[in-house]
């Protein structure tokens, strides 16, 4: 992408010549007049007639200034669209009007695709600068130069007839290659906004689909989302109907919400897909087997510094399990208890490793950071909320990120959305590299995770994320939004094939409130990743 005359509609500048110092000369002769009235009221001599010399002095003056106001014009600009300065244009002719009134072409930004990537990509002002997105935070690499016309004028500002005018050509911005795959993003879209339609997500929805091995962002899809040619209109048929009825701070509130990407820009609590994190780190520090039959036993809860944390099954609980059936299971007082082992010293090295302490620092604009206790505020019960990831709030992107590492073989790649800048004038390409950091788990650990994953889809809570034909793996998860808001977030973490990753997917919906409220949305965040999957044969 990038800011070129091709790519570009024409608007139009309009300069109209019109005579406002009309009141400037009036102002003078009366000055003048008051003048002479005083002059002649109190001067001592009175051989010289001090009204009949102001008057003409001063209405001089004015007349000149008038004329010269007349003949240089004062120029009013004027955006119109092409429809409005095609009938100028006409009227014109007809009019056998030549001068006076100039019709110049502008340029502005055109998006060809509307809808596609709109919170990715941003939008642009009047003036073609980027307000949003893309467009924002690269606006001094896809910025061109504006082209000129150079012309000679006389000291009254009128052109020299006879000397040739010198036109310079703009030059073209910068090429910006995406990592988004057009067709990809557009399934994504596609099935986004019909899981967020069907289960009546009252805060929308997001889906993340990442490479693991380089980092590239392949989608990353938001509802609702926005025309990016008509950036400043209301984009739901709520919003539309109530738009008239809304104050100009609550437009502005409301488009700052339409324009904004959640997946970078908002937190949540990442609920059981954080389970994750917790079997990777016990795992590593040998806290833990695989398949160890009998190694965990859940009684419906467990107790932590004297408060009792239920299972999500208490009133049947899952009893003798292995590690892989903890996970297959969601079970969370396995996973308090593996908390509880690794420490809080120790469980924040790795979330520190995994990249959830700080921001991922991809290049897009707004990216916001985690939200966690310090350390050293840490208690059990709190480590007891964070070991099956509640009571702390981090982004979509951090997460997938970091549950790439596992896909990958262990290693954090820092994710990226643009990998290649070209000079439109020489055509050199600049390479955006691939960051590979520091290994987070051993090989080892991500297999066996991965393996965990993939019993998670055959036969655990994942089952609905099943895709015919592939190995996919995936891990459940359902929070609440905030503390005593009866708002829930029900999300999807999968990876496939899981023998050699190519491609993570994150689906997050928020406040499901549809049939069966968030546990109906748990099943229609499945059918998603399941259908993206299918449809985008990306695997």
């Known amino acids: 992408m990038k800011k070129n005359k091709d790519s570009l509609f024409k608007d139009l500048k309009i300069y109209n010549l019109v005579m406002t110092n009309i009141w400037q000369f009036l102002t003078i002769i009366a000055i ?22 102001s008057i003409i002095f001063f209405s001089i003056i004015g007349t000149i200034n008038f004329f010269v106001s007349i003949l240089r014009g004062v120029k009013k600009l004027e955006k119109v669209d ?76 009128l052109d020299i007839s006879d000397v040739s005018e010198n036109y310079e050509p703009a030059k073209d911005g910068n090429d910006l290659v ?70 100009q701070g609550d437009k502005t509130k409301a488009l700052q919400q339409m324009w904004r990407n959640k997946a970078v820009s908002d937190t949540y609590e990442p609920g059981s897909t954080f389970k994750l994190i917790t079997t990777s780190a016990a795992l590593e520090e040998g806290l833990a087997s695989v398949d160890k039959e009998g190694e965990f036993c859940c009684t419906g809860g467990i107790e932590i510094a004297g408060v009792r944390i239920k299972c999500w099954r208490y009133y049947r609980p899952h009893g003798s399990e292995s590690l892989r059936q903890a996970l297959m299971n969601s079970c969370n007082p396995v996973f308090i208890g593996l908390g509880q082992k690794i420490g809080v ?10 990249g959830l302490l700080k921001r991922t620092g991809i290049d897009l604009p707004g990216e916001a950071g985690s939200i966690f206790l310090k350390e050293e505020k840490v208690g059990p019960v709190e480590l007891a909320t964070i070991a099956f990831g509640q009571r702390f709030e981090i982004t979509p992107l951090q997460l997938i990120t970091a549950v790439s590492s596992i896909a990958n073989g262990g290693t954090y790649v820092k994710p990226r959305i643009v990998k290649k800048i070209i000079n439109s004038q020489t055509g050199e390409v600049t390479d955006i590299p691939v ?21 998670v889809v055959e036969e655990g809570t994942g089952r609905n994320a099943q895709v015919e034909g592939y190995n996919i793996g995936g891990k459940t998860g359902t ?42 949305g748990a099943w229609v965040v499945l059918t998603t990743h399941h259908k993206t999957i299918e449809k985008s044969t990306i695997i």
């Open 178 to 247: 995406l990592t988004i795959d057009a067709t990809i993003q557009g399934i994504a879209e596609k099935y986004l906004t019909e899981a967020c339609i069907d289960n009546k997500c009252t805060d929308g929805g997001n889906i993340i689909i990442m490479n693991p091995q380089t980092g590239d962002i392949l989608a990353m899809a938001g509802y609702p989302n926005y025309n990016l040619n008509q950036p400043y209109e209301p984009n739901t048929e709520e919003l539309k109907s109530s738009w008239s009825t809304l104050s």
């Open 82 to 157: 092409k429809d409005k300065s095609n009938e100028l244009r006409v009227w014109m002719k007809n009019e056998n009007i030549t001068s006076g009134i100039n019709i110049d072409e502008d340029t502005k930004r055109f998006y060809p695709f509307n809808n596609l990537a709109s919170q990715i990509i941003g939008f642009c002002g009047s003036d073609n600068q980027g307000l949003a997105g893309i467009e924002a935070r690269y606006d001094d690499v896809l910025n061109g130069e504006n082209g000129k016309i150079l012309k000679m004028t006389d000291a009254k500002g």
């Open 479 to 520: 929070s609440e939004d905030g503390v005593n808001t009866n708002k829930y977030v029900t999300s999807f973490m999968g990876v496939g094939p899981t023998t050699n990753p190519e491609v993570v997917i994150l689906v997050t919906l928020y406040n499901p409130t549809g049939e069966g409220g968030h546990q109906g």
């Open 32 to 53: 003048g007049i008051l003048a002479g009235y005083l002059f002649e009221k109190y001067a001592t001599n009175q051989n010289i007639n001090y009204m009949a010399f």
């Open 435 to 455: 960051e590979k950091q520091e290994r987070v788990i051993s090989e080892e650990t991500a297999k066996n995770v991965l393996s965990m994953m993939q019993s």
């Open 345 to 354: 010293s120790k469980y924040y090295t790795y979330l520190n490793k995994f």
